[in-house]
T-cell receptor, first 118, second 114 residues
């Protein structure tokens, strides 16, 4: 089946620094990828929709200048958390769309990246 | 507006018991897709099932079964003869034809004790 990878799987950074998280579709091309954030014991909340070759679409309440998304190729989207603060500590999950033979789209999730800001 | 409600926050059962996880959804769209995902402690989401709004047939896959009822906007998930390995957080999710976004419920944490 389709595989989506994320790198790194976990990262610890100091407050004020920036962290980049990569999301790759390993065996298919994904024109659309999504970024989710999940705080402990909470649900997944969509942060933004990343479209290859165009600007990302952010959900209400998500700061686009803080969470920079770049979808430069059909297999790679990156999320950069700029000037990270402890409240940005969370589990970040990406997903990618793959058209299925039935004409629908299936969404495949990456394994997630756990960010801890100290 | 789209919404998914999982009223059960946590469920604890003893191994071999049957357990049903409830999911109620809201949408005005006539074409939509419903999903169940499992999230074990590792954090990686595991896809369990996708059901479209035109297919109300219930489905069984091994110890898992799903009951889709449009009349009550529910898509419940039953695990038969639960096992310790079933311990995880289970999410119900909704996607409509008009949008590619997945709307997740708040999840139900299932603990199966030996």
């Amino acid at each position: 089946g389709a595989v989506v990878s994320q790198h790194p799987s976990w990262v610890i950074c100091k407050s004020g620094t920036s962290v980049k998280i990569e999301c790759r579709s390993l065996d298919f091309q994904a024109t659309t990828m999504f970024w989710y954030r999940q705080f402990p014991k909470q649900s997944l909340m969509l942060m933004a929709t990343s479209n290859e070759g165009s600007k990302a679409t952010y959900e209400q309440g998500v700061e686009k200048d803080k969470f920079l998304i770049n979808h430069a190729s059909l297999t790679l989207s990156t999320l950069t958390v700029t000037s990270a603060h402890p409240e940005d500590s969370s589990f970040y999950i990406c997903s990618a769309f793959l058209p299925s033979p039935s004409g629908t789209y299936e969404q495949y999730f990456g394994p997630g990246t756990r960010l801890t800001v100290t | 507006a789209q919404k998914v409600t999982q009223a059960q926050t946590e469920i604890s059962v003893v191994e071999k018991e049957d357990v049903t996880l409830d999911c109620v959804y809201e949408t005005r769209d006539t074409t939509y897709y419903l999903f169940w995902y499992k999230q074990p402690p590792s954090g990686e989401l595991v896809f369990l099932i996708r059901r479209n709004s035109f297919d109300e047939q219930n489905e069984i896959s091994g110890r898992y079964s799903w009951n889709f009822q449009k009349s009550t906007s529910s898509f419940n998930f039953t695990i038969t003869a639960s096992q310790v390995v079933d311990s995880a957080v289970y999410f119900c999710a909704l996607r409509t034809l008009n949008t590619d976004k997945l709307i997740f419920g708040t999840g139900t944490r299932l603990q199966v004790f030996p």
